[in-house]
């Protein structure tokens, strides 16, 4: 192999590295810390019911999509949202929101961002680290 066709290689591998280490940063720090951030911001708490839901999958893997009506200073707000938790029809559940922005919620016992993002962004973030570190030894023992 010639020394530019190496070279080649080497930015290849480099730049995979770098991508793949910040989108595994970035998926494991910010989908990690969302429910933090929406339990900072979303300070009032009313009460929604479940009026409608599906199921998709079998087993484990059953998803459970859900709507939830609940009413902030008079208007009725329907949120759609998808829980691995089962949940039925007509449940309560405890609707908190930011009381500047009522679109931002979080239904306590509905799923958040999966920590399945957070495990595949750490992945992501030590095979780009790799990649990097294996470039830079190669590079360093020629």
């Known amino acids: 192999m010639s020394r530019s066709d190496l070279r080649g290689h080497f930015i290849i591998m480099t730049l995979f590295g770098i991508i793949f280490l910040s989108v595994g ?3 494991a720090v910010y989908m990690g810390t969302k429910q ?3 339990e900072k911001r979303c300070t009032e708490k009313t009460i929604g019911v479940v ?3 599906y199921t998709e999958g079998l087993g484990d893997n059953t998803t459970y999509n859900i709507t939830v009506e609940y009413v902030i200073d008079g208007r009725k707000i329907t949120e759609k949202q998808s829980s691995k938790a ?3 029809y007509s449940e309560t559940k405890e ?3 930011d009381p500047d922005d009522h679109s931002v919620v979080y239904i306590d016992g509905v799923d958040t961002p999966s920590y399945s993002w957070v495990i595949c962004g750490s992945i992501f973030a030590v095979l780009g680290a790799w990649l990097l570190v294996t470039v830079y030894r190669w590079l360093k023992r020629r």
């Open 25 to 27: 940063l970035f998926s």
């Open 51 to 53: 009026t409608d839901y």
């Open 86 to 88: 089962a949940i039925g």
């Open 95 to 97: 609707v908190w929101y």
């Open 36 to 38: 933090t951030r929406l």
